[in-house]
């Protein structure tokens, strides 16, 4: 995708920026979907952050937010996204998703089947390595690896209370998730 295409594709979301505070917009399935934000989705995310920002070497850094046009119908904003840190200091509003290594979303209520179903195949299908679903909801974390056309074949399941490694393209990095908040009606 050129850079024109990028910002053509973005100049459609960009629109809604500023309309909806304290949500975040996407367009998923050619749809404009508006998603409340909520104090553990964006508690996980900043803990994720201060975990990984330190462990990648130098030349990677880490997004959160951003929108990354894949095509007409989808254009996602990752919670938290590993981009090449050349890119990330270019300090767009918008990246091609061929640069993300690997790309972390928290479960909302309203985002799950975003999170585990639609987006597992996109983020699949364009080929991005890992693709890590944290669930506060849940108390759990979903790696997805080896990714295909329909989705990632490499899959786990983990309750929140320990560590865990994701051997990526560019390093082994480690989460640990025994501090990370769960949604007390879960």
């Known amino acids: 995708m050129t850079t024109s295409q990028?910002?053509?594709l973005h100049s459609r979301l960009s629109r809604f920026e500023d309309m909806f505070p304290g949500h975040r917009t996407e367009i998923v399935e050619g749809n404009i979907m508006v998603s409340?934000?909520?104090?553990?989705?964006?508690?996980?995310?900043?803990?994720?952050?201060?975990?990984?920002?330190?462990?990648?070497?130098?030349?990677?850094?880490?997004?959160?937010d951003v929108a990354?046009?894949?095509?007409?119908?989808?254009?996602?904003c990752p919670d938290l996204a590993l981009i090449p840190a050349a890119e990330k200091n270019r300090n767009r509003?918008?990246?091609s998703p061929d640069l993300?290594?690997?790309?972390?979303?928290?479960?909302s209520p309203s985002s799950?089947?975003?999170?585990?179903?639609?987006?597992?195949?996109?983020?699949?299908?364009?080929g991005i390595g890992h693709y890590l679903i944290l669930?506060?909801?849940k108390?759990?974390?979903?790696?997805?690896w080896n990714p295909g056309p329909e989705g990632y074949r490499g899959r786990d399941l983990l309750p929140y209370g320990g560590k865990v490694v994701v051997d990526t393209g560019i390093g082994r990095l480690t989460i640990d998730t025994s501090g990370l908040p769960v949604d007390p009606d879960a």
């Not at 108390?139 to 997805?144: E, N």
């Open 6 to 8: 990028t910002e053509h």
């Open 68 to 76: 990354f046009p894949f095509s007409g119908e989808f254009e996602f």
């Open 112 to 126: 799950v089947r975003n999170d585990y179903e639609v987006k597992d195949r996109q983020y699949a299908a364009r």
């Open 36 to 64: 409340p934000l909520r104090p553990f989705h964006n508690e996980t995310i900043l803990m994720v952050w201060a975990q990984l920002n330190q462990q990648p070497a130098p030349e990677w850094g880490l997004v959160s």
């Open 139 to 144: 108390g759990h974390i979903a790696t997805r």
């Open 135 to 137: 669930d506060p909801c």
């Open 93 to 95: 509003s918008a990246y």
């Open 100 to 107: 993300i290594e690997l790309v972390i979303e928290v479960v």
